[in-house]
Nanobody
Framework: QLQASGGGSVQAGGSLRLSCAAS????????MGWFRQAPGKEREFVGS???????RYADSVKGRFTISRDNAKNTVYLRMDSLKPGDTAVYYC???????????WGQGTLVTVSS
């Protein structure tokens, strides 16, 4: 089970940190991803961190967003800096054995960026 939190409202240029807490004892063996879905749009990939620690990001967030994980706390984080109105979306965390296929999804947390 995945529980995302940390969403909220922020002005453009601001920062937020999302957290995703996972239950279970095998968190460290899972690849973790962040996705988002803006109103009226399809869900899109934001970034991921593999169990080995290597990271990938969507081009739209490179240099502004940072993913990290704390295996001792079964938690993955998404640090978002220099936020733009276009980052407004519901953000979801996900877990999977593959770096491209995710089996478990959190409930989403809303991020609203105002100009």
């Amino acid at each position: 089970q995945l529980q995302a939190s940390g969403g909220g409202s922020v002005q453009a240029g601001g920062s937020l940190r999302l957290s995703c807490a996972a239950s279970g004892s095998s968190f460290s063996t899972y690849n973790m991803g962040w996705f988002r879905q803006a109103p009226g749009k399809e869900r899109e990939f934001v970034g991921s961190i593999a169990w080995r620690g290597n990271r990938r990001y969507a081009d739209s967030v490179k240099g502004r967003f940072t993913i990290s994980r704390d295996n001792a706390k079964n938690t993955v984080y998404l640090r978002m800096d220099s936020l733009k109105p276009g980052d407004t979306a519901v953000y979801y965390c996900a877990a999977g054995r593959s770096e491209t296929t995710y089996d478990y999804w959190g409930q989403g947390t809303l991020v609203t960026v105002s100009s």
